[in-house]
């Protein structure tokens, strides 16, 4: 707990987390019996500095062997994407990392580029990163029936709007949680629409790019 918390201050706001569809278990939720190889978590902290937790919880020696089970010891090469600092530039995390023989051991720096970096990780390893303050806005405009955040951005009538502080060059886009473009527009202007009325019901993140900052938005829609 000491070397998670190290990472994840108190305030930390997490995101959701999906491994890769290829992998036997996309989900990454202790259930009944079998649990995932690859557990993940990523959060950005009150002071915007962003932490991540990746555990390897095969070869776990199970005692419980009625409602728990674990996969057999295998190192796993873990590439984490997070798409709110994909135009971050290149973001800094220092790595620490614990198992059963090692208490806390600090690796140094790992740099993040276009929001993705790779973690090599053994059996039963617990790898904590935290970078320092990244200005990443993101916002929550909620529900289908319509809902606004305090940047000014609003769905309402299945159509995301947004007015920017000046007129400029910008791409908006929905994006599914697993970061595939479904929708995508741009322009020069000061006030951003996007249509939203073919999406399929679910939560998307809209990003809006400027030559200044990018923003996020988590949009929810019903069909």
């Not at 707990?1 to 959701?16: P, Q, S, T």
């Not at 800094?92 to 600090?106: A, E, G, K, P, Q």
């Not at 320092?132 to 955040?149: C, F, L, N, Q, S």
Request: net charge positive; with cysteine; glycine share 10%.
């Amino acid at each position: 707990m000491r070397h998670i918390g190290e990472a994840f201050r108190v305030g930390a706001k997490l995101r959701y987390c999906l491994s890769d569809k290829r992998l036997p278990r996309v989900e990454m939720t202790w259930e009944y019996l079998q649990k995932p190889a690859i557990t993940a978590a990523v959060a950005q902290n009150p002071d915007k500095s962003w932490a991540i937790g990746l555990c390897n919880v095969t070869g776990v020696q199970n005692k419980m062997s009625g409602i728990a089970a674990f996969y057999p010891a295998e190192p796993y090469a873990v590439t984490v994407h997070v798409e709110e600092l994909e135009e971050a530039g290149d973001v800094d995390f220092r790595l620490t990392r614990s198992n059963t023989s090692v208490r806390i051991r600090d690796e140094g720096s790992v740099t993040m580029r276009g929001g993705t970096l790779e973690i090599t990780l053994a059996a039963q390893d617990l790898v904590c990163l935290r970078s320092g303050p990244v200005d990443v806005a993101m916002g929550t405009v909620a529900g289908a029936a319509g809902g606004r955040d305090d940047s000014g951005a609003r769905f309402e009538r299945r159509v995301f709007s947004l007015r920017l502080d000046d007129k400029s060059p910008y791409t908006a886009g929905f994006y599914t949680m697993d970061g595939r473009r479904v929708l995508s527009t741009g322009g020069v202007s000061a006030n951003v629409a996007l249509p939203a009325h073919s999406l399929a019901g679910g939560v998307y993140v809209v990003r809006v790019t400027t030559p200044q900052r990018t923003l996020s938005y988590r949009v929810s829609t019903s069909r």
